[in-house]
Structure formats: C-alpha cells, structure tokens
C-alpha cells in the first residue's frame, strides 16, 4: 500500500514553499506561497488541525522572528487559536501569548488584547496544566523582561494608576513572589534581588507620603 507523504498535501507543500522563499529573501514567491496556502486550508476546521499539527513549528517561528507572517496568522492562525481559547485552551492560551505582536494587530483581536496581556495569558495557561513546563518557563521568562523593562525606565516604566499606587505595587510586589517561585533553577536570582530592591524602596516611599513621615 502506497503512504501518502506530507508534501503531496497542498498545505504542506505551500507551507514549506513558503519557508523556504522566506529564508532565501524571495519575497514575492514568499507572497505567493502564502496566498496558495490560506487557499488550501478553507474550512474552520482544516485551519485548527493545520495549526495544531504545526505548533511546535510555529513556536519556533515566533522564537525566531519574534512573530508569524501577518496573512497567515490573520487567516489562519488567529482563527483556529481564537476558537479553541473561547474552549478555555490552555495551548491557544500559550500561543495568543507568546504571538502578542500579532495579536496587537489583529483586528479582531481587539477584545483580548484591551481586556488581557501575555502574563495573564500565561498564568491562566499554567494554572490549567499546572506541570506543563513550557508555560512556567515562558511565564517566568515574560515576568523577568517585564521586570526589566520597568527597571530600565524607572519609575516612569511602572505606568502606575496613581489613584492605587499602593494595590498597584502590591501587584508587582506578588509577581515577583510569583517570579522567584518560577526561578527553580536560580537564573534570575540576582536580577529579580536588585528589581525587588528598587519596589521595595518605592513602596516605602508611598507609605511614608501617606503616613505623612
């Protein structure tokens, strides 16, 4: 009996067609690669047993370039995860997260992008698969760099609603206990140390101000 390889199905030979023009710089045939792929995969379905299949690839695109071709995720990609989030996914949790750039500019993804972010995300992942790893590891590496960016431009990166400045620091204060708690392996020791040590002298300060001492 014949078996059928992946490449003789029209998504995957259009898939790869595309990584390969993609990664020799050919943008045009890129382009068309990506038309006859969005072509192929028509159905709801077809779209989240394509993106399912393809997740771990996927993730590594994202790992690489930072985010997935535009046409793809808005036309495939978005709606398959999009679908199995509303399921409560804790994988479509996982991957609106880490393809947040994506997110930011689809359309229809306004409403999660207004009412959620990649922490949220994660941390609702992480709770539904408690020993899933990957989404521990990718939430503790998406604490620390935001830790980092609020570091680098303190205090203006804290964005604090200063009508709750004390409930907003005490939430900082909790994902940094949420951080180290991540942190098995004590990579981020020394930075979340420094960063707990500028929050702490932050929350001081307020409380000394309100305390009028």
Known sequence: MCML?????????????????????????AKTAVKALIRSLPSQNEKETWVLKHFDELRALVRVRGRIQHDIYLQIVFPAIRASFEK????????????????????????????LGPIELLK????????????????????????????HEWPAGLLLDHS???GELLELKNELKLARNLDHEKRYTKRLNEFSSNVDAYWERINSKETGH
């Not at 539904?128 to 609020?150: D, M, R």
């Open 88 to 115: 409560g996914d804790p994988e479509a949790m996982f991957m609106l997260a880490i393809t947040w750039e994506n997110v930011a500019e689809t359309p229809d993804a306004k409403d999660i992008a207004t009412a």
């Open 124 to 151: 609702r992942a992480s709770a539904c698969e408690p020993e899933n790893k990957l989404f521990k590891q990718t939430l503790l590496e998406e604490l620390v760099s935001s830790f980092e960016y609020i570091d």
């Open 5 to 29: 390889n992946d490449n003789n199905i029209p998504s995957e030979r259009h898939f790869q067609a595309y990584l390969e023009f993609a990664s020799l710089g050919l943008r045009a045939q």
């Open 164 to 166: 709750n400045l004390q």
